[in-house]
């Protein structure tokens, strides 16, 4: 793809994405489904904040998708994200928080005892509509092997991602950050779906800051693994197969990891990641309220991961 079609393909994603999320909200914020209050959590200050950022989101990431993709990856790309934005809005909204059980661990162990939370219904989901749509959006450049195990690798790249973005939604803006630094980078590569995927991001996070910012918002599971799942998408779907399995293999350590390790804490103590992660912020309360534990004081704390 000349440069200029694929400049073209990132602008109009831009522009549906932006457009999109802020329509959204907008539609949501007016009469949300169930009340206001349904939609309403308390954010590591103990202050209120609204979660309708999270589907506005996850509906102008699908519509910069479509918008500027192509063909069956357009498609792949939109279903990715869709799916992982239904199935985290579900634990956003239907979260049985009297169990108390957290973390990809937590709700796989679950499952193993013959227990469906939640949260274990979001990992199975996940999983399935990422499968799906890498075995659409997969191009076959080899024999049936090895297009078997692109699927796969890419199916498992982009739930990963969609799980790692919503670890990293525990502090105002840092999700939308990380989605972005982790999406331009491809944006010369790819073609359409390369430049689709960085247009809808950035689009879709430009409206959204502000308030996220801010912390009168939070993208919540349903607005964190939406970006993951198009952030995945980009890279499975634009990336070489070595580049491919290098980041699938930085995805799992990195979620193996935040099993054992607060990434709070790792960038508090990290001088230019807490920088970059305080940029935009409104001032902290002080170093040891900032670099609390990951797990929540309570069951509407914004430190809830997966």
């Known amino acids: 793809m000349s440069g200029r079609r694929r400049a073209g393909a990132l602008l109009r994603a831009g522009l549906a994405a932006a457009a999109a999320t802020a329509g959204a909200r907008r539609l949501l914020e007016t009469d949300p489904p169930g009340g206001a209050a349904r939609w309403t959590r308390t954010n590591h200050r103990g202050e209120p904040v609204s979660m309708l950022e999270g589907p506005a989101v996850a509906a102008g990431l699908v519509a910069g998708a479509l918008a500027g993709g192509e063909g069956r990856t357009r498609s792949a790309m939109a279903l990715a994200t869709a799916g992982a934005g239904a199935f985290g809005l579900v634990d956003d909204l239907a979260e049985d928080t009297s169990t108390r059980t957290k973390g990809l661990r937590g709700h796989l162990g679950a499952l193993a005892e013959g227990r469906l939370t939640t949260g274990g219904l979001k990992v199975l989901g996940i999983g399935a509509t990422s ?7 997969t191009r076959r450049t ?33 999700a939308l950050k990380s989605g972005v630094a982790l999406s331009v980078p491809l944006a010369a590569g790819g073609g359409g779906a390369g430049a689709a995927a960085v247009g809808a991001v950035v689009g879709a996070a430009a409206v959204a800051a502000p308030g996220d910012l801010a912390e009168r918002d939070m993208l919540g599971d349903g607005g ?20 491919r399995l290098a980041a699938l293999a930085g995805v799992v350590g990195l979620t193996l990891a935040s099993e054992r390790v607060s990434f709070s804490a790792v960038i508090e103590r990290t001088p230019w990641l807490h920088r970059v992660d305080r940029v935009g912020r409104r001032p902290s309360a002080g170093p040891a309220a900032e670099a609390t534990a990951e797990e929540p004081a309570g069951p509407a704390d914004r430190d809830t991961p997966a």
């Open 224 to 243: 964190a693994n939406a970006l993951g799942a198009l952030v995945g998408s980009q890279w499975a779907f634009s990336a070489s197969r070595g580049v």
């Open 131 to 137: 499968m799906v749509a890498a075995a659409v959006g």
């Open 142 to 174: 080899g024999g049936a092997l090895g297009h078997a195990t692109d699927v796969v690798v890419n199916g498992a790249l982009v739930a990963g991602t969609a799980n790692l973005l919503n670890l990293l939604d525990l502090r105002p803006g840092r």
